[in-house]
């Protein structure tokens, strides 16, 4: 059964930009699948035949060294799209994926985005914008694993998640646990804590009840301790 054009308009703000005759086929080529909390959603090496989404929930793209040490590379809110690279080569995924709390995926049939691909130049625009913000944080991760505390890790996964690149439609405020920020960081949940207290107080972030709110993107984003 087909994506209801509502909710791909939803979930892909890219959507929005395609052409009717495009929008039609990017619409028939996704389903869905649902992961509890804690599951795994692929491991290294595993093939996924499809481009993917978050329409719910919260994914960590996580790799692990030899040595047994996990880096995560990235947090996935609702609103966010991945595994372009791999669907184009058609290679194995290079990093793992977990379900942080109960997620729901969008997964777009590998002919689909192909099709995409070679037929609509929004789409390609899309992929551009989306390639470059992902080798820009990729490259920050480099730096944030080798010069920052637990606090400015924190600052930069928290201030990802907000990127309005990627994430254009969602306001400043998520519904987030320091659970959740801490597996995302690779901290404890109390360094998570006392990093969140410490941005709060520079008044970079607001903290709610099981939220967060940005008070200033630039500086979070920015913050090295």
Known sequence: MSIAPEELRAIASWSRDLSEAEFEEARRGIAFKSYGKNASICHVGDRLESW?????GLVKMATTSKSG?????????????FGEGTVIKAEPRRYELVALRDTRLALMRRTTFLWLF???AAFNRFLVHQFNERLAQFIS????????DSTGRLARNLAWLFNPILYPDLD????????ELGMLAGISRQ??????????????????HGS??????????????
């Open 172 to 179: 400043r405020t998520l519904t987030i646990s320091q659970e």
């Open 191 to 208: 360094m998570a804590n006392q990093g969140l207290a410490k941005l709060a107080a520079l008044g970079l972030i607001e903290l709610g």
């Open 52 to 56: 993917t989404g978050v329409a719910e």
């Open 212 to 225: 967060v709110t940005i008070r200033d993107l630039e500086r979070l984003a920015r913050y090295e301790a």
């Open 69 to 81: 040490k996990s880096a995560t590379l990235a947090g996935l809110r609702a609103g966010a799209w």
């Open 141 to 148: 991760l480099a730096e944030t694993e080798r010069t920052l």
């Open 118 to 120: 070679e037929h609509s």
